[in-house]
């Protein structure tokens, strides 16, 4: 039996942190009384989301996995110039504490405000946790990477404040506030703690951002003097991306966490490293009462429709909600019957992993070894 687990440390945080700290990440919901199983709201996406939701779904009714699954639309609204997303999701997703999310298309310079952004936003979930790790029999050009990063979720560049100072001229702010950092610094050395790891790198670059991400590392600091156990290492973004290509391993006991912009573009090299396409990369979404797990790849519209769409990503992200839920055997099960499909031989991999399988045959090889 293959058997392998990328987010052991994350089930490790979830079941000890919680207990530790309640008001960080903790899921708190009961399964409905009559039936036994959860409610979740699900945001199927745009594009290819669809069909990779149909994968996730399949898959826990052949595992019988007691959840429910609560569909959520999340078409944007506009009101006074803000985008929101409709009452009836924020109302499901707050009844329920949790939420699986596909892809979700995004306008390039124009158009509504991102709607993982308003995501964030409207559910205050600050932290984006992103472990990489390499699959084993899968090969690519890094081996042994073990990588997770913590990105802050809620401001800095991704604020979304700017405006046109004169024709030609854009000023765009860069938002840090003592609150924001000391949270998903406190965050990110409980997990720390937690998973085993002795280390927390602060990615930053106060050499420039001397006000801004100066006091990102000061916060770090304070938070520091509380955690004895673990080490504390702020490190220049240019030497974090220069170590991370470089000799990954460096980081395989650590934690890095960092500010909005940096940890959007690590944690998509972290998963380049580990798996060589963000269609095997999972991603949590934490905040003090929700959390929602997300695929962070694209919406993919030009394959939309075809069923050669990767679903790997989505469901692994659907096992870290499992864990997160205190659903471990199930999030083992299906761990590890996709984490061996992906290592099994190319005709069991979707294109985007040079291999030949359809959407359907790669849900289809998954609950066969289930």
Same mark, same amino acid.
């Given at each position: 039996?293959?058997?392998?687990?990328?987010?052991?440390?994350?089930? $490790?945080?979830?079941?000890?942190? +919680?207990?530790?700290?309640?008001?960080?990440?903790?899921?708190?919901?009961?399964?409905?009384?009559?039936?036994?199983?959860?409610?979740?709201?699900?945001?199927?996406?745009?594009?290819?989301?669809?069909?990779?939701?149909?994968?996730?779904?399949?898959?826990?009714?052949?595992?019988?996995?007691?959840?429910?699954?609560?569909?959520?639309?999340?078409?944007?609204?506009?009101?006074?110039?803000?985008?929101?997303?409709?009452?009836?999701?924020?109302?499901?997703?707050?009844?329920?504490?949790?939420?699986?999310?596909?892809?979700?298309?995004?306008?390039?310079?124009?158009?509504?405000?991102?709607?993982?952004?308003?995501?964030?936003?409207?559910?205050?979930?600050?932290?984006?946790? $992103?472990?990489?790790?390499?699959?084993?029999?899968?090969?690519?050009?890094?081996?042994?990477?073990?990588?997770?990063?913590?990105?802050?979720?809620?401001?800095?560049?991704? #604020?979304?404040?700017?405006?046109?100072?004169?024709?030609?001229?854009?000023?765009?702010?860069?938002?840090?506030? $003592?609150?924001?950092?000391?949270?998903?610094?406190?965050?990110?050395?409980?997990?720390?703690?937690?998973?085993?790891?002795?280390?927390?790198?602060?990615?930053?670059? +106060?050499?420039?951002?001397?006000?801004?991400?100066?006091?990102?590392?000061?916060?770090?600091?304070?938070?520091?003097?509380?955690?004895?156990?673990?080490?504390?290492?702020?490190?220049?973004?240019?030497?974090?991306?220069?170590?991370?290509?470089?000799?990954?391993?460096?980081?395989?006991? +650590?934690?890095?966490?960092?500010?909005?912009?940096?940890?959007?573009?690590? *944690?998509?090299?972290?998963?380049?490293?580990?798996?060589?396409?963000?269609?095997?990369?999972?991603?949590?979404?934490?905040?003090?009462?929700? *959390?929602?797990?997300?695929?962070?790849?694209?919406?993919?519209?030009?394959?939309?429709?075809?069923?050669?769409?990767?679903?790997?990503?989505?469901?692994? #992200?659907?096992?870290?909600?499992?864990?997160?839920?205190?659903?471990?055997?199930?999030?083992?099960?299906?761990?590890?019957?996709?984490?061996?499909?992906?290592?099994?031989?190319?005709?069991?991999?979707?294109?985007?992993?040079?291999?030949?399988?359809?959407?359907?045959?790669?849900?289809?090889?998954?609950?066969?070894?289930?």
């Amino acid at each position: 039996m293959f058997k392998q687990s990328i987010f052991k440390g994350s089930r $490790r945080y979830l079941a000890s942190a +919680s207990r530790k700290q309640p008001s960080i990440g903790r899921f708190t919901g009961k399964p409905n009384p009559k039936t036994g199983k959860y409610t979740v709201s699900f945001i199927e996406g745009d594009g290819i989301g669809p069909e990779i939701s149909q994968s996730v779904k399949d898959i826990f009714s052949a595992a019988k996995v007691p959840v429910e699954w609560e569909y959520c639309d999340v078409t944007p609204i506009f009101i006074n110039g803000l985008t929101t997303i409709p009452d009836p999701a924020v109302q499901s997703i707050n009844k329920n504490l949790v939420a699986l999310k596909g892809p979700l298309a995004t306008p390039i310079g124009k158009g509504h405000r991102s709607l993982n952004l308003t995501l964030r936003k409207t559910f205050g979930l600050f932290a984006n946790v $992103r472990p990489a790790k390499s699959i084993e029999g899968f090969k690519t050009t890094y081996e042994n990477v073990d990588l997770v990063l913590i990105r802050e979720n809620t401001e800095g560049e991704y #604020s979304g404040i700017e405006h046109v100072v004169s024709p030609g001229v854009v000023q765009s702010i860069k938002l840090i506030t $003592r609150d924001a950092s000391e949270r998903v610094i406190r965050y990110a050395f409980e997990y720390a703690r937690a998973v085993g790891r002795p280390k927390v790198v602060v990615v930053h670059k +106060s050499t420039i951002q001397r006000l801004a991400d100066g006091l990102f590392v000061n916060v770090a600091q304070e938070v520091g003097k509380e955690y004895p156990d673990i080490e504390l290492q702020p490190e220049l973004i240019d030497n974090t991306v220069l170590n991370v290509v470089s000799k990954p391993e460096k980081y395989s006991d +650590s934690v890095a966490v960092c500010p909005n912009l940096y940890g959007d573009i690590l *944690s998509d090299l972290n998963s380049g490293l580990s798996a060589g396409s963000l269609g095997l990369t999972p991603s949590a979404n934490i905040g003090h009462t929700v *959390s929602i797990f997300e695929a962070v790849h694209g919406s993919a519209p030009d394959i939309a429709g075809q069923n050669c769409a990767n679903p790997t990503a989505l469901l692994l #992200s659907s096992v870290m909600m499992l864990n997160h839920m205190g659903l471990h055997e199930h999030a083992d099960q299906i761990e590890s019957a996709v984490l061996a499909t992906v290592a099994s031989d190319k005709k069991n991999r979707t294109a985007d992993l040079a291999g030949t399988a359809t959407t359907s045959s790669f849900t289809k090889a998954v609950i066969e070894r289930l």
